[in-house]
């Protein structure tokens, strides 16, 4: 879409034919058929831009309830924050009269801010996101202003404090180190003297954010993680933080690297949700629930007690079984397994090679856990414990 054809399809005109291409409820497959029916009526460019809406509002109602209201270019959809992300991040921001959104994008983040009680100055250096980013601030009724400027070399209205989510992508090329960022993390630091909060890729290397003093916030949603958040100056409240969506629950503490008490599999095993495992904070989960490690790199925790947590999900253990796959094989086929949910959890094995190898005939479904447990490639023959 380019800013011509998104000014097009904000007309009357525009929005007659954004109607007419949502009424044909398109897709990515289907979109020629509704792009020839829909040509006849408006012009090419302001039929493909409606089309493309069309489908990208469908894709967008997992993220943002008023999707339907709202208007999106795709890359910057990807990369956009789920709105019950956006707005745990935004009450970090709440005692803050002022806030930049620096890099807004849709406006995603800039909406969530509004709605934690902050006034935003929302800056944008691409005018075709700049444009969307407006459009969607009216449709949902907020006063936002959007700068189009380049955040690192303009000026633009002061700020008690800023949120700035990078660019951290090229294409289909994705980028860990911050320094290829844009804007870096560096560059925003180096101009602006406010608390600062950043969004960050989940899969940033422990070693750059070395680089920052400040509090690395893991957050995953529905099991998923969703994002690194970096709080910088007073935004920040400890060192390392785990936060699950969308209950809420947080466990804070130390990325350290201490030798791991393990002992052999007990009666409950514990997978820490994927926000704690990056966060490093498992030593901190295994003290909280009395679990100890099954290995000293895997982050699997045992304890003879289900001790219910949202950091983690409990499996009851049905055996612990090593050797060949034959033996597996046999394990489950003693216990009527029919079905299995396979996990790899640091085994050499590969899912796929074993799912193929081991042949399942029964009813009863199991969990197996591919693993290691000191030298040995182990499978764990697990139940889930619902909390």
Same mark, same amino acid.
């Given at each position: 879409?380019?800013?011509?054809s998104?000014?097009?399809?904000l007309t009357?005109?525009?929005?007659t034919?954004?109607?007419?291409?949502t009424?044909l409820?398109?897709?990515?497959?289907?979109?020629?058929?509704?792009?020839d029916?829909?040509g006849?009526?408006?012009?090419?460019?302001l039929?493909?831009?409606a089309?493309?809406t069309?489908?990208?509002?469908?894709?967008?109602?997992?993220?943002?309830?008023?999707?339907?209201?709202?208007?999106?270019?795709?890359?910057?959809?990807e990369q956009s924050?789920?709105h019950?992300?956006a707005?745990?991040?935004?009450?970090?921001?709440?005692?803050y =009269?002022?806030v930049?959104? &620096?890099? @807004?994008?849709?406006?995603?983040?800039?909406?969530a801010?509004?709605h934690?009680?902050c006034r *935003?100055?929302?800056?944008e250096?691409?005018? &075709?996101?700049?444009?969307?980013?407006?459009?969607?601030?009216?449709a949902?009724?907020?006063?936002?202003?959007v700068?189009?400027v380049d955040?690192?070399?303009?000026?633009?209205?002061? @700020?008690?404090?800023?949120?700035?989510?990078?660019? $951290? $992508?090229?294409?289909?090329?994705?980028?860990l180190?911050?320094?290829?960022?844009?804007?870096?993390? @560096?560059?925003?630091?180096?101009?602006?003297r406010?608390?600062?909060?950043?969004?960050?890729?989940p899969g940033?290397?422990?070693?750059?954010?070395?680089?920052?003093?400040g509090?690395?916030?893991?957050?995953?949603?529905?099991g998923?993680l969703?994002? @690194?958040?970096?709080? %910088?100056?007073? &935004?920040?409240?400890?060192?390392?933080?785990?936060?699950?969506?969308?209950? #809420?629950?947080?466990l804070? =503490?130390?990325d350290?690297?201490?030798?791991?008490?393990?002992t052999?599999? %007990?009666?409950?095993l514990h997978?820490?949700?994927?926000a704690v495992?990056?966060?490093?904070?498992?030593?901190?989960l295994?003290?909280?629930i009395?679990?100890?490690?099954l290995d #000293?790199?895997?982050?699997?925790?045992?304890?003879?007690?289900?001790?219910?947590?949202?950091?983690?999900?409990?499996y009851?253990?049905d055996?612990a *079984?090593?050797?060949?796959?034959? $033996?597996l094989a046999?394990?489950?086929?003693?216990r009527?397994? #029919?079905?299995?949910?396979?996990m790899?959890l640091g085994?050499?094995?590969?899912?796929?090679?074993?799912r193929?190898?081991?042949?399942?005939? =029964?009813?009863?479904?199991?969990?197996?856990?591919?693993?290691?447990?000191?030298?040995?490639?182990?499978?764990?023959? *697990?139940?889930?414990?619902?909390?």
């Amino acid at each position: 879409m380019t800013l011509t054809s998104f000014e097009a399809l904000l007309t009357p005109h525009g929005q007659t034919a954004l109607a007419a291409a949502t009424d044909l409820a398109p897709t990515e497959a289907g979109f020629l058929a509704c792009f020839d029916k829909l040509g006849k009526r408006f012009d090419a460019d302001l039929a493909k831009a409606a089309i493309e809406t069309a489908i990208l509002r469908t894709k967008a109602a997992s993220k943002f309830p008023a999707a339907a209201k709202m208007y999106f270019v795709r890359e910057a959809l990807e990369q956009s924050t789920h709105h019950l992300v956006a707005m745990h991040r935004a009450k970090r921001f709440a005692a803050y =009269g002022t806030v930049v959104d &620096l890099g @807004c994008g849709l406006g995603a983040d800039a909406i969530a801010l509004t709605h934690a009680g902050c006034r *935003v100055i929302a800056v944008e250096r691409d005018p &075709l996101r700049a444009r969307i980013a407006e459009a969607n601030f009216a449709a949902l009724g907020l006063d936002i202003t959007v700068h189009v400027v380049d955040g690192l070399v303009d000026e633009f209205p002061p @700020c008690d404090a800023l949120f700035c989510d990078p660019a $951290r $992508r090229d294409g289909d090329h994705r980028y860990l180190d911050t320094d290829a960022y844009a804007p870096s993390p @560096c560059e925003v630091v180096e101009r602006f003297r406010v608390p600062i909060g950043f969004k960050l890729a989940p899969g940033i290397a422990r070693s750059d954010l070395a680089r920052y003093d400040g509090e690395a916030e893991f957050v995953s949603l529905d099991g998923e993680l969703k994002e @690194c958040a970096l709080w %910088l100056g007073p &935004l920040a409240q400890c060192e390392r933080r785990a936060t699950i969506l969308p209950s #809420g629950a947080s466990l804070t =503490g130390s990325d350290t690297f201490e030798a791991r008490e393990t002992t052999p599999p %007990l009666q409950f095993l514990h997978l820490p949700d994927a926000a704690v495992i990056r966060a490093g904070l498992e030593p901190v989960l295994a003290e909280q629930i009395g679990a100890a490690f099954l290995d #000293g790199i895997q982050p699997l925790l045992t304890s003879d007690t289900h001790t219910a947590t949202p950091f983690a999900k409990v499996y009851r253990l049905d055996a612990a *079984v090593s050797g060949s796959l034959s $033996r597996l094989a046999d394990a489950l086929r003693e216990r009527g397994v #029919g079905r299995v949910t396979w996990m790899n959890l640091g085994s050499p094995r590969v899912v796929e090679t074993v799912r193929k190898s081991v042949k399942l005939k =029964g009813t009863a479904h199991r969990t197996v856990i591919l693993t290691r447990l000191g030298d040995a490639a182990t499978a764990l023959i *697990v139940d889930r414990v619902e909390s």
